[in-house]
């Protein structure tokens, strides 16, 4: 079987035991603060496994995209020299919520490997906790299999936690054989039990049973509902089925590899000794196309470093081993064309991986070399100083001066036996992260366990089924009970005039920010009080739960009284317009510039709109024009805008835009612009958010700025509506008053200006001409100021009304005429002196130096500056000082040439 089939295989498998298949979560964990990347298939059920979320179904398969470059899970180093790590893998899992336990997922596990995989039973060996009497029974007596290939292990392999508390339990893990042959210990008893990373033994599938939530105290009870979590990665098991012993050498990596020995040109010879270059740039070519996919951009943080490390990492392996230009997106085009079936939106992305990756290689590529040369440099210093421990500072500094990631240049220096000061390494980015701003972490206002602890209780007592009825699309007024009331982070069960309070309501019709549009304000009222609440924000703290943030305006609120809860529906319409506007607007930026462009985040708020794209350049201006002209036409259309419910899978294969970093569930809402719904309308997303429900709503849209957001990332602004209305009067009343200031009618003031223009620029040509025949003049004058010096030619002279300019030029007229002397010419502007130094070169070797003149004259005004030996420029504080100064000139003349 392929790779592709062994994952389809997977998945029928467990959609044919009853399991929901659920499509995998994105690579970046933007709502986890402890995880960059998803790093196992049970992230996306965490919140399922700690009774936190529902689902409908309580059982599910997945092919789970992860990344291990962070923290304990950190593979990176071991990519290229090991057979089988990487930084990039697929989990295959399947998972129980409190279904099916121990004895059907070993079940489930042996019928996938011998049934459908075809892996012979004896090939296998199986590791259960040394106290789960339970899982062990089950493979020698359910399953049958022999007892000397069912082995009791300890802890450290074979038991599993979620954290320091919560959900825990054993763990049973399935181990290919490869034969004595592969062994790489040597022992004479080489076995699992040994746990010695011995070739011989692959760890293929682990089965987690979570059967305990453990205390504080760490005793253990035993769940109510025990659950299963397993995970079987792609890479090993479809070695294992093609028998192919090092992970790169089967069908995930080889069409990959085998594009870059045709690009480089290498025989089979050269492939095989270059093989860590080819690994690395299989391994993190294939993880850089996922990361962009899922809408990671190149950055100086979190996920957007990992991004551009990996990607230089690969190009600097990739130069090693003969790469003289860039070659990534090659490698991307392979794993597009061979994973796009499974992963769709490395289709629907494409342009923007390539682009991506293009761009970040030619960025690189211009930073290396110096980079390179300045790491050789540090190294030569360490050799003459017999160091072997690079300081953390300069390793920091090879980064953010050069661009070299520290993982790069801990791969270099390894080559020549030196280590990295990972402390000081870390202390000095950390320094740097505070001192710019970047290493500050949001952090929730208050736990989740206050919102969960009270949402159960919510619950239990019979004020929810399940949740907060949430629906802001069913418009803006409802009434609803009050069902909780928090002030000062407590519970209670009134609230006043003046408090500072959150309210929760069984149903609301207030929107929650999400996806760039930001929530609902407005009112509670109560019905029978009168009782007025100010809503200035609304949160989900936890799934299920909704609350309103705001203050007592009117009165008191008690739990229990009914509401009416009202959205500021004038507000709301403004929002509404510019989130519509947001996705024509995304239409014509990828019509205009190309379908590289992706939205990278947004901002929907009443008075604005913010959109940030994937684009390495500026708009220019005729563009840019363009664009907000087409986004009119749509507007002036009037094209209807339908909602439609639909499959995720079914969305994004039909196309529909998805917004990078945004959480979907199974059944998505998407939006259609146009008289068709789908991928023939004029605009078709996923989208939660508020719309218009016809374009002529939007009235009008006006740009209102465009520039670089970060590398690679553009900005645009704008207006619609209300707002757009205003721009346009401001911007007309402006003409207005310019078109009465030059007494010339609106439709003129364009070609009134460019006859002013012309007007000026001969005048400013004419002043000059006259400047510079008053300076010619003064000049003349100032040739009688001229001393000797020990028979130098001296002149220091005050030239009132000149500009900068005319003194330079004052002082070569002086070196033209006198052949050898010194000039320092000064003239005050705004009130400051601005003094010029001028030394023939003949004096320069006898220790005369414009530059020391000058800044000596400068200290005497209070001020400083230097140049060039034979001309310098200086400025100072003190005009009333300058006529001293000028005086002490033939005096610093003669200092200067003794």
């Given amino acids: 079987m392929t790779s592709n089939e062994i994952r389809e295989a997977f998945l029928d498998f467990f959609a044919e035991m009853r399991h929901e298949v659920v499509a995998s979560a994105p690579l970046p964990q933007y709502d986890n603060p402890t995880l960059l990347f998803t790093n196992a298939g049970m992230n996306q059920f965490a919140n399922v496994f700690l009774g936190k979320e529902k689902r409908p179904y309580n059982r599910a398969a997945s092919s789970q995209k992860c990344m291990r470059v962070q923290g304990k899970h950190n593979d990176l180093e071991n990519v290229g020299p090991s057979p089988r790590h990487h930084t990039f893998f697929e989990m295959l899992g399947n998972f129980s919520f409190g279904d099916y336990f121990k004895s059907k997922a070993i079940r489930y596990a042996f019928d996938f490997m011998t049934k459908v995989c075809d892996i012979p039973a004896a090939k296998m060996y199986y590791t259960v906790h040394i106290s789960d009497e339970e899982a062990y029974n089950i493979w020698a007596n359910e399953i049958g299999e022999p007892e000397d290939h069912i082995l009791r292990m300890g802890d450290k392999t074979n038991f599993w936690m979620m954290g320091d508390v919560g959900p825990c339990g054993p763990t049973s893990e399935i181990h290919y054989d490869w034969g004595p042959e592969a062994c790489t210990c040597h022992q004479p008893d080489c076995s699992v039990l040994l746990d010695n990373d011995c070739d011989r033994w692959l760890e293929v599938w682990n089965l987690v049973f979570m059967q305990y939530d453990q205390a504080e105290d760490g005793t253990r009870t035993l769940l109510p509902k025990p659950g299963v979590d397993t995970g079987l990665g792609l890479e090993r098991i479809t070695s294992v089925v093609q028998q192919t012993q090092v992970n790169y050498d089967n069908d995930l990596f080889m069409p990959a590899m085998d594009r870059v020995q045709e690009l480089l040109g290498d025989s089979a010879a050269q492939r095989a000794q270059k093989y860590v270059g080819y690994r690395v740039i299989g391994d993190h070519g ?23 490390m990996i990607i230089r990492r690969a190009a600097r392996f990739g130069r090693q081993i003969g790469f003289q230009h860039p070659f990534l997106s090659e490698v991307a085009k392979v794993y597009i064309d061979q994973m796009g079936s499974a992963y769709s939106e490395l289709v629907t992305r494409k342009d923007l991986i390539l682009h991506t990756l293009d761009q970040e290689e030619r960025r690189f590529a211009r930073t290396l070399d110096s980079a390179l040369v300045q790491l050789l440099a540090v190294l030569e210093e360490m050799a003459e100083n017999d160091e072997t421990e690079m300081s953390g500072e300069i390793a920091f500094n090879l980064y953010a001066t050069y661009g070299l990631p520290v993982e790069i240049t801990r791969d270099l220096v390894r080559e020549q036996s030196i280590t990295i000061d990972e402390a000081g390494y870390n202390e000095a980015r950390q320094k740097h992260a505070l001192a710019s701003g970047s290493g500050a972490f949001a952090a929730y206002e208050r736990g989740t366990n206050f919102y969960g602890d009270l949402l159960a209780e919510l619950i239990e007592k019979g004020h929810l089924e399940g949740g907060v009825e949430y629906d802001p699309y069913i418009g803006p007024r409802l009434r609803s009970d009050v069902i909780g009331l928090i002030r000062d982070e407590t519970a209670v069960s009134k609230i006043k005039v003046g408090d500072k309070a959150e309210i929760i309501t069984a149903a609301t019709p207030f929107y929650v920010e999400a996806g760039g549009e930001i929530s609902d304000t407005g009112w509670i009222q109560i019905i029978d009080t009168g009782a007025e609440f100010r809503v200035d924000d609304v949160r989900h703290p936890v799934p299920g739960m909704t609350i309103h943030i705001g203050a007592m305006i009117k009165g008191e609120i008690h739990l229990g009284e009914e509401a009416r809860l009202l959205v500021d529906d004038t507000r709301r319409s403004d929002i509404r317009r510019n989130h519509t506007a947001t996705h024509i607007l995304h239409r014509e930026l990828r019509k205009h510039l190309g379908t590289h462009v992706h939205q990278a985040g947004s901002l929907v708020a009443p008075e604005r709109l913010r959109f940030d794209f994937s684009h390495g350049e500026a708009i220019d201006k005729t563009t840019l024009a363009a664009i907000e002209t087409d986004i009119n036409k749509a507007i002036i259309a009037n094209y209807p805008v339908k909602v439609t419910f639909m499959g995720q899978k079914e969305a994004v294969e039909q196309g529909a835009m998805a917004l990078f970093g945004e959480k979907y569930g199974d059944i998505v809402r998407t939006i259609s612009i146009g008289e068709k719904v789908g991928p023939q309308a004029y605009s078709f997303e996923l989208c939660g958010g508020l719309h218009v429900s016809e374009t ?84 003349n004058q100032l040739m009688s100021q001229v001393q000797q010096v020990n028979g130098i030619h001296v002149l220091a002279a005050q030239v009132d009304g000149a500009e900068v300019d005319n003194l330079r030029e004052m002082a070569d007229w002086y070196r033209d005429q006198v052949g050898s002397g010194t000039a320092v010419l000064a003239t005050v502007k705004n009130g400051k002196p601005v003094i010029i130094a001028m030394v023939t070169k003949d004096l320069i070797s006898k220790g005369l130096k414009a530059g020391d003149l000058v800044r000596e004259v400068a200290k005497m005004v209070g001020g400083g500056g230097g140049g060039r030996p034979d001309m310098a420029q200086a400025g100072g504080r003190d005009a009333d000082k300058l006529p001293e100064a000028l005086t002490a000139v033939p005096g610093l003349v003669e200092k200067a040439l003794s």
């Fill in 696 to 779: 002529n709503d939007i009235s009008q849209f006006r740009f209102t700025s465009e520039g670089a957001s970060s590398a690679g990332i553009r900005r645009v602004e704008a207006v619609t509506g209300r707002a757009a209305q205003t721009f346009v009067n401001e911007r007309l009343h402006t003409l207005e008053r310019i078109a009465h200031q030059l007494n010339t009618p609106i439709g003129e003031l364009e070609s009134r200006i460019e006859a002013l223009l012309a007007e000026n620029k001969s005048l400013q040509k004419e002043l000059a001409i006259a400047q510079r025949k008053l300076a010619r003049a003064a000049f």
């Fill in 286 to 308: 294939r993880a850089a196309t996922f990361l962009i996919a899922d809408g990671v951009r190149p950055g100086s943080t979190g996920a957007g470093y990992v991004l551009r």
